[in-house]
């Protein structure tokens, strides 16, 4: 089965980019997926990267009331990189250094946390993929057992290894400890160090900083694409390059596994939509997820290619049909997402399915893919009927 | 420390010594006794394998002795240097009651104290005769910073020196070899992952069991150590108690599956190189017909040095663990699958529905697929050599 992840405005190649996707990845075939009923070995995952047609700042954005506004990291190599993603998971769940005591408060959330900080820091599929199973597997529990015994006893220093150690399901007796556990330490050593009060001071002026510039290039990317997007005969970068993955994928049906599934991430949304109701109508989506998006807004702008103001003739009761190749439609919100619009309003016969990323309004929008629950919930849904 | 075999007297002709330890029970590890968890157990779970691995080693050196008619296997046989003493320390749930050709036999815990005084006994029995050859064996948990250190049942009692009960392998080696004179086989069942918690706390290494002396010479006339995984990486053993597969891979190659002929004699030697290829060979070939995860796939690694001194002394030639299939399955019961030995003789399976599976001595065969019917093609290939432990080969049948 074919998987399309499209992203959104704002992203621009380099580590960050690449180890969201490898995180990102690793869940999508270990925890959607199986609930699509999709082997997740042959799963083919396509992400198509766009952002190189984006907007340039010929000033550098110098029009920032504080030039200085731009795009901070805690360092120039992979583990800053990491560890300034896991300040923002920080800043946005403030939480104690002591991660026993956030445990016997809130031990699923915790382990949503640790996993997130471990997962953001994984340098591979395959290791993004074992945390991704090591995650399933101790979220159960914890849902199961909120309060467990060892719990009361547990230590900073062993707590992972007793967490890793009751939520394990092994097939087979290893004389060590494996190579999660180690995952997880170097994820929770950056929490540690990122619940320090300095760091995480650090961390929530970085978010302050960083709104400013993303609101900019956030608007910037979707001038830049409103005006370029061409047309079915000449589609612009952006389009031909989002486009050129669907084909591809298209092509990698096969008989036994012949479904195309597409996330759309925010603004990746209003690029799809465009795609399905003008430049490529033809391409035949079985679901369409779309995740902090804002489809349906833009429609009521009316601003895609094939928009038009008298369809429907009487809105607020009547909605846009839904595109014919779409077979289902997911769309994912937050309420503190001040950039995640519903869509049932606007188009019928789709679902609008809340998620609390547990972020402030600063950082809701890029939470959804950094938090494992996440995936879980979103594979709950699409199992259901 | 538990000496469950000696041969009396000692010293006047070399024998071969044997030290077995294993470690399935840590009380201060995880699933260990109530409220006595270490503060940092490494990830570390209780093990249900190395007592069940070692008694495989066990069962397969009193072999001749303890099942002499017909032996279930050659067994710990060495016409230069035979079995002459077997120490033992297990840590298991329940207490280990080791079988001998003297009777059965308590055996007392691995802990870092008795495994010290044991290696003590056992370099003392190896310093009494040059032609010695000694035999160590540890099956249980095993940690990496720089060098490689096997845990004892009380690792992890001590919150001041967490790391204080186990040992240094490494330097254990590095000592052996300038102190005894003998040939050394060191069989180490145990992970080699790195930890970053012991890689992080200054100057607690463990200590080897003997200090090594690096103003002595090497006097060991050979070292051949085998490990059951590469550097940084797991070993493992089916759950629910079983033999592990290194432990497995091991015995199964001392069992009469690799060895070469001795010129003019009518010995087969296992020497270090033999036994380490043959392991390997037979960890490969387990894990495919097992299915195992690609990630848990298991190689083992080996250093040897010195000269090629034989661990075994085979009075019949190894054999070859055959296992021929035929491809399309579905046309496996229409064919005799066949191997003709070009000294004669023919093995085959007539029409059935599985791969043939048999033991043959090494040699060139002539190995093929017969339709009895005619209908389908023969299959065939000319002086195939089986070499052991394994031939594997699945012909094609085709159109």
């Known amino acids: ?385 | 420390m538990t000496l469950i075999y000696q041969v009396e007297p000692a010293a006047v002709t070399p024998g071969t010594h044997v030290l077995a330890i294993a470690v399935g029970r840590y009380p201060h590890l995880l699933g260990g006794d109530p409220g006595a968890l270490a503060n940092k157990p490494l990830g570390l779970k209780q093990l249900k394998s190395p007592p069940v691995s070692l008694r495989h080693l066990l069962d397969w050196c009193f072999a001749p002795e303890l099942h002499p008619d017909p032996p279930a296997s050659p067994g710990l046989v060495n016409n230069q240097a035979p079995l002459a003493s077997v120490e033992v320390l297990v840590s298991a749930d329940e207490p280990f009651v080791a079988q001998t050709p003297d009777g059965q036999c308590d055996v007392e815990r691995a802990t870092r104290n008795n495994i010290q005084l044991a290696f003590e006994s056992w370099l003392a029995r190896m310093r009494t005769h040059p032609g010695n050859i000694g035999v160590f064996y540890f099956c249980g948990h095993g940690i990496m910073v720089s060098d490689h250190y096997l845990l004892a049942d009380d690792f992890g009692a001590s919150p001041a020196q967490p790391w204080a009960n186990a040992f240094d392998i490494s330097n254990t080696m590095r000592a052996a070899e300038r102190e005894i004179q003998g040939g050394m086989y060191f069989f180490i069942d145990a992970c080699r992952e790195i930890s970053r918690d012991v890689a992080m706390t200054l100057a607690a290494n463990p200590s080897p069991l003997w200090a090594p002396d690096l103003s002595k010479r090497l006097i060991s006339s050979s070292l051949t150590a085998i490990y059951a995984t590469g550097e940084g990486e797991l070993a493992y053993a089916p759950l629910g108690g079983e033999v592990s597969r290194f432990t497995f891979a091991l015995v199964c190659a001392l069992s009469g599956y690799c060895g070469i002929k001795a010129p003019g004699t009518q010995t087969w030697n296992v020497t270090g190189e033999t036994l380490a290829a043959a392991v390997r060979n037979i960890l490969n070939v387990e894990h495919e017909y097992t299915q195992g995860k690609p990630n848990q796939k298991q190689v083992s690694e080996q250093q040897i040095r010195g000269e090629p001194v034989p661990i075994l002394t085979l009075s019949r030639p190894p054999l070859v663990k055959v296992v021929l299939d035929l491809d399309p399955v579905q046309r496996r019961a229409m064919y005799d699958l066949y191997l003709q030995s070009v000294l004669g003789g023919r093995y085959s399976q007539s029409c059935l529905n599985q791969a043939f599976r048999i033991d043959l001595p090494r040699g060139f065969y002539e190995v093929g697929a017969l339709d009895p019917a005619g209908g389908l093609p023969h299959v065939h290939h000319q002086e195939e050599e089986l070499i052991p432990p394994f031939y594997t080969l699945t012909m094609r049948s085709q159109p």
């Not at chain 1, 994984?122 to 074992?130: F, M, P």
């Not at chain 1, 529990?141 to 900073?156: D, F, G, M």
């Not at chain 1, 679901?287 to 809105?315: A, H, W």
């Open chain 1, 1 to 385: 089965m074919p998987f399309v992840f499209i992203h959104g405005v704002n992203n621009r190649d380099g580590e960050a980019y690449h180890e969201s996707e490898v995180g990102r990845n690793g869940f999508i075939r270990e925890v959607v997926a199986p609930a699509l009923g999709v082997d997740r070995d042959s799963l083919s995952i396509l992400s198509p990267y766009w952002g190189q047609h984006g907007v340039q700042f010929a000033w550098n954005m110098a029009v920032l009331p504080n030039p200085d506004d731009k795009f901070e990291a805690f360092g120039a190599d992979a583990d800053g990189e990491a560890f300034g993603r896991v300040a923002g998971l920080v800043a946005e769940s403030p939480i104690s250094g002591d991660i026993v005591a956030e445990a016997r408060k809130d031990f699923p959330a915790t382990v949503d946390l640790l996993f997130a900080s471990a997962i953001a820091g994984a340098k591979s599929e395959g290791e993004a993929r074992d945390l991704s199973r090591a995650y399933q597997l101790s979220a159960s529990y914890a849902e199961k057992h909120p309060h467990p015994n060892w719990l009361s006893t547990a230590t900073n220093d062993n707590f992972l290894d007793q967490l890793n150690y009751e939520a394990d399901a092994s097939s087979e007796e290893s004389f060590g400890g494996g190579g999660i556990l180690e995952s997880l330490k170097e994820g929770l050593s950056r929490l540690k160090g990122a619940t320090a009060d300095q760091v995480t001071a650090v961390a929530g002026k970085l978010l302050r900083k960083k709104l400013n510039a993303t609101v900019t290039r956030f608007a910037g990317d979707a001038f830049v694409y409103l005006s370029r997007r061409g047309t079915k005969e000449a589609p612009g970068p952006i389009v031909a390059t989002v486009l050129q993955a669907l084909r591809e994928a298209d092509q990698k049906r096969i008989d036994k596994d012949d479904k195309l599934i597409v996330i759309a991430h925010s603004f990746g949304g209003e690029i799809m939509y465009d795609i399905l109701t003008y430049f490529a109508p033809d391409i035949q989506v079985d679901c369409l997820i779309t995740v902090g998006s804002q489809v349906g807004l833009f429609e009521e702008m009316k601003l895609y290619v094939n928009s038009r103001p008298d369809v429907p003739p009487n809105p607020p009761v009547g909605k846009v049909s839904r595109p014919a190749s779409v077979k289902r439609w997911l769309n994912v919100f937050d309420t503190n997402d001040i950039l995640s619009y519903r869509l049932e309003p606007v188009i019928s016969d789709v679902t609008d399915f809340f998620y609390d990323t547990g972020y402030s309004s600063t950082g809701a929008h890029g939470g959804y893919f950094l938090r494992p629950s996440f995936y879980r919930r979103l594979a709950a849904r699409l199992s259901q009927a």
